[in-house]
């Protein structure tokens, strides 16, 4: 039983160790606001995905502004964006991306259209 006692009171401080460790790396590969929308790396990963996702949908779409955007680093820079898009011929809307940049390359992982609950269809719910 004292040996079991001791494994126990050398192996408690080293389990909490890690458990502390697992929760810092989490928190430190949360999302980051970007400080400078207008920066001009942030307007290519933007126009990238605008770009990218007019050519998958045969859409013309203009890129307008940038409106917020936050990253998340892991193996490479994930960025997810806030955009306003001009389709040709029709009113700007407000689009959510997702660009993952890799060893100097950009990848489109969503490009989806932001949608505003009115406050009556909140209530319904």
């Known amino acids: 039983m004292e040996r079991r006692s001791s494994f126990y009171r050398a192996f408690l401080p080293l389990l909490v160790l890690c458990?502390?460790?697992?929760?810092?790396?989490?928190?430190?590969?949360g999302w980051a606001p970007i400080k400078d929308v207008e920066d001009p790396h942030v307007r290519e990963v933007a126009q990238y995905a605008v770009s990218?996702?007019?050519?998958?949908?045969?859409?013309?779409?203009?890129?307008?502004?940038?409106?917020?955007?936050?990253?998340?680093?892991?193996?490479?820079?994930?960025?997810?964006?806030?955009?306003?898009?001009?389709?040709?011929?029709?009113?700007?809307?407000?689009?959510t991306v997702v660009v993952v940049e890799e060893n100097a390359k950009l990848h489109l992982k969503s490009f989806k259209k932001v949608v505003i609950k009115s406050e009556s269809s909140h209530r319904a719910m």
């Open 52 to 95: 990218e996702h007019g050519r998958l949908k045969h859409l013309q779409l203009k890129l307008d502004k940038v409106v917020e955007g936050e990253t998340q680093k892991d193996s490479g820079i994930t960025y997810r964006l806030v955009l306003t898009v001009e389709e040709k011929g029709a009113d700007t809307k407000d689009y």
């Open 19 to 29: 458990l502390l460790l697992a929760v810092v790396t989490i928190e430190a590969r």
